[in-house]
């Protein structure tokens, strides 16, 4: 059966106290509309749609810059969840299978859980998500009968008994298209919030005869993010999470609470990540590599064997080959390493490309920007940079060429080549002792006058 998602998205979030729409608020670098979209995409959904109110536009972007073929249609007056789903029902008018409505600030349900539910729809014609709740609160309770979801109970509502219940509702849902819509159809807002709620729904399933049932996940999944509180609450959710999974996939995290993680990382096993690094988002480590102490990665790909750290940044565009050596205090942007090269320390080099086997002394730049344009730098292979070079690009060094340390590189350097390009050096006897004594007699009447 083919599956479309729902994604409700449309809320303002005033708890949040921001200009900013609520699902566009970041976990793991990643807003958390992108989240609930990245567990739904598992399903591999027919259509995505997603519902959004409180900056429109701003929703739209984030939710096509993460799926280009999702549809974003705009509820104008914020009614209700159940209100919120009927106006993506013209967007949905030439689908013809399950809908499943998710939250766009309820952003861990996982692939598992829609798997779960989709497979209890072949059997239900309602299938609801809940959860065994720890402090059930004000959660609405879900009244079983066996494997019948016979009614949900707001807890306003409920008898001493049903407030006992610890299993609750997240409002995620399951249906057939057209019994979604036309179960919503049948709603009111004759409530205390004069809304149309979705989770009315199974009321008037149960009083149709149809069957409906509920599927159980754990607790941390239905986290809603309403707060800045919540979000530093749903951020730690997800760096627990993400950093178990890798430990279990065979990366070695020598101390996983300083380590975090971005809502795309990948690191192969046997990697061994040292305390306090960073991963923004778009970071690839390949197997077998070590990312050293008090590094920031973002935009990178490492492959096997590399040795990163510590104290290296490595920026959007760094390509780094297999056994490669980038060390302290050194920043890698838009270049290619080659294999078995080694930039161990103090240098930047950015818009290069680097050859294998090439050595970058200390201290050396590519001064890649000219205050308008940016330029590239070439360097061969089995290179020799000496330290405090500095490459002003565009230009190139060759295979197996050498620069002298401190030199000035303006012009291209041949293969197997020495360039010098430095002043020469001039040396006067005795001067250094008559200099300070003439220094230090300025700043002893300096100090005299300024008292």
């Given at each position: 059966?083919?599956?479309?998602?729902?994604?409700?998205?449309?809320g303002?979030?005033?708890?949040?106290?921001?200009?900013?729409?609520?699902?566009?608020h970041?976990?793991?670098?990643?807003?958390?509309?992108?989240?609930?979209?990245?567990?739904?995409?598992?399903?591999?959904?027919?259509?995505?749609?997603?519902?959004?109110?409180h900056?429109?536009?701003?929703?739209?972007?984030?939710?096509?810059?993460?799926?280009?073929?999702?549809t974003?249609v705009l509820q104008?007056e914020?009614?209700?969840?159940?209100?919120?789903?009927?106006?993506?029902?013209?967007?949905?008018a030439?689908f013809?299978?399950?809908?499943?409505?998710l939250f766009?600030?309820?952003?861990?349900?996982?692939?598992?859980t829609?798997?779960?539910?989709?497979?209890?729809?072949e059997?239900?014609?309602?299938?609801?998500?809940?959860f065994?709740?720890?402090?059930?609160?004000?959660?609405?309770?879900?009244?079983?009968?066996?494997?019948?979801?016979?009614r949900?109970?707001?807890?306003?509502?409920?008898?001493?008994?049903?407030?006992?219940i610890?299993?609750?509702?997240?409002?995620?849902?399951?249906?057939?298209?057209?019994?979604l819509?036309?179960?919503?159809?049948?709603l009111?807002?004759?409530?205390?919030?004069?809304?149309?709620?979705?989770?009315d729904?199974?009321?008037?399933?149960?009083?149709?005869?149809?069957s409906?049932?509920?599927v159980s996940?754990?607790?941390?999944?239905?986290?809603?993010?309403?707060?800045?509180?919540?979000l530093?609450?749903?951020?730690?959710?997800f760096?627990?999470?993400?950093?178990?999974?890798?430990?279990?996939?065979g990366?070695?995290?020598?101390?996983p609470?300083?380590?975090?993680?971005?809502?795309?990382?990948v690191?192969?096993r046997?990697?061994?990540?040292?305390?306090?690094?960073?991963?923004g988002?778009?970071v690839t480590i390949?197997?077998?590599?070590r990312?050293?102490?008090?590094?920031?990665?973002?935009?990178?790909?490492i492959?096997?064997?590399?040795?990163?750290g510590p104290?290296?940044?490595?920026?959007?565009g760094?390509?780094?080959?297999?056994?490669?050596?980038?060390?302290?205090?050194?920043?890698?942007?838009?270049?290619?390493?080659g294999?078995?090269?080694?930039?161990?320390?103090?240098?930047?080099?950015?818009?290069?490309?680097?050859?294998?086997?090439?050595?970058?002394?200390?201290?050396?730049?590519t001064?890649?920007?000219?205050?308008?344009?940016?330029?590239?730098?070439?360097?061969?292979?089995?290179?020799?940079?000496?330290?405090?070079?500095?490459?002003?690009?565009?230009?190139?060094?060759?295979?197996?060429?050498?620069t002298g340390?401190?030199?000035?590189?303006t012009?291209?350097?041949?293969?197997?080549a020495?360039?010098?390009?430095?002043?020469?050096?001039?040396t006067?006897p005795?001067?250094?002792v008559?200099?300070?004594?003439?220094?230090k007699k300025?700043k002893?009447?300096r100090?005299?006058?300024?008292?």
């Amino acid at each position: 059966m083919s599956i479309a998602l729902v994604i409700l998205a449309a809320g303002k979030g005033t708890r949040m106290n921001s200009d900013l729409p609520k699902v566009l608020h970041q976990i793991a670098n990643a807003p958390m509309l992108v989240h609930t979209m990245q567990a739904g995409a598992a399903l591999s959904p027919e259509k995505t749609v997603v519902v959004a109110g409180h900056g429109y536009d701003a929703v739209k972007a984030a939710a096509l810059d993460y799926d280009p073929e999702a549809t974003v249609v705009l509820q104008e007056e914020q009614n209700g969840t159940g209100h919120a789903t009927r106006v993506a029902r013209d967007a949905l008018a030439d689908f013809d299978g399950d809908v499943i409505v998710l939250f766009g600030d309820t952003p861990f349900v996982t692939p598992e859980t829609l798997e779960s539910m989709a497979v209890a729809r072949e059997e239900n014609a309602v299938v609801v998500l809940g959860f065994e709740a720890a402090d059930p609160g004000k959660y609405g309770r879900l009244v079983m009968k066996g494997d019948s979801l016979e009614r949900i109970v707001e807890y306003a509502d409920a008898t001493d008994e049903e407030r006992d219940i610890t299993f609750c509702n997240s409002g995620v849902m399951l249906a057939k298209r057209d019994d979604l819509f036309d179960l919503i159809d049948a709603l009111n807002s004759d409530n205390a919030q004069g809304e149309i709620y979705l989770t009315d729904i199974v009321g008037v399933a149960r009083e149709r005869g149809m069957s409906v049932t509920a599927v159980s996940c754990d607790e941390a999944e239905t986290l809603g993010i309403n707060s800045r509180a919540h979000l530093a609450q749903a951020e730690a959710v997800f760096q627990d999470r993400a950093r178990a999974e890798l430990m279990d996939l065979g990366v070695t995290l020598q101390q996983p609470e300083t380590v975090m993680l971005s809502f795309d990382t990948v690191i192969g096993r046997d990697t061994t990540v040292e305390p306090n690094v960073y991963f923004g988002p778009g970071v690839t480590i390949e197997s077998g590599t070590r990312i050293r102490a008090f590094s920031h990665l973002e935009g990178c790909h490492i492959s096997r064997g590399a040795i990163i750290g510590p104290y290296a940044r490595l920026r959007p565009g760094a390509e780094l080959a297999e056994n490669t050596h980038v060390g302290n205090f050194v920043e890698i942007k838009n270049a290619e390493i080659g294999e078995g090269t080694k930039v161990n320390h103090l240098s930047y080099v950015g818009d290069a490309t680097v050859g294998k086997g090439t050595n970058i002394g200390a201290g050396t730049i590519t001064c890649n920007y000219d205050g308008v344009m940016k330029h590239r730098t070439e360097i061969g292979d089995n290179a020799f940079v000496g330290s405090n070079t500095m490459l002003v690009a565009p230009v190139k060094v060759g295979n197996q060429a050498m620069t002298g340390s401190g030199s000035v590189i303006t012009k291209n350097v041949p293969d197997e080549a020495l360039a010098l390009a430095r002043a020469d050096q001039v040396t006067k006897p005795g001067l250094s002792v008559k200099l300070f004594e003439i220094l230090k007699k300025k700043k002893q009447k300096r100090d005299q006058e300024s008292q």
